[in-house]
């Protein structure tokens, strides 16, 4: 059995060693928006990146909206973009279904979720994701 566990640990380690790094330095920036933000919504925030790196591996994360501009109240969604290259040959209904299974239920959240190219074209487009870009907090 430990062995078993051993080389689980191994493999996980493996697939997932730089996501888990950039999970490490985004719980280490979420501690330094702890003065900012309520508790809820960070420990919200941390499971649905620790879930991420679980389930999605490599992406890219950024909090915008009310709780990156500091206008939130208490009934505001958390507000997040999602970019990954799992994304690709995924319909954004299948991508969306999937990223909202990973957040808790004790928050409304808002995901955009985009492979790399999309972002690409959408950061030129999208007058969303233009003003969002003016503020937004890079998670992962």
């Known amino acids: 059995m430990l062995g078993l566990r051993f080389h689980r640990k191994a493999y996980l380690r493996s697939r997932l ?10 719980l280490r920036l979420l501690e330094r928006l702890s003065k900012e933000l309520p508790k809820s919504v960070l420990d919200a925030i941390k499971i649905f990146l620790e879930n ?39 319909r954004m209904y299948d991508r969306m279904s999937m990223l909202r299974k990973l957040a808790p239920d004790t928050h409304g959240f808002e995901i955009l979720a985009y492979t790399p190219e999309e972002f690409e074209i959408v950061k030129r487009s999208s007058v969303i994701i233009k003003d969002a870009s003016e503020y937004w907090i890079r998670l992962l």
């Open 17 to 26: 060693g730089e996501p888990l790094r950039l999970l490490r330095r985004s």
């Open 52 to 90: 991420l790196v679980r389930e999605v591996g490599e992406a890219e994360v950024y909090l915008f909206g009310s709780y990156a501009r500091g206008d939130w109240i208490e009934e505001s969604d958390i507000d997040l973009i999602v970019i990954s290259p799992r994304f690709r040959g995924l």
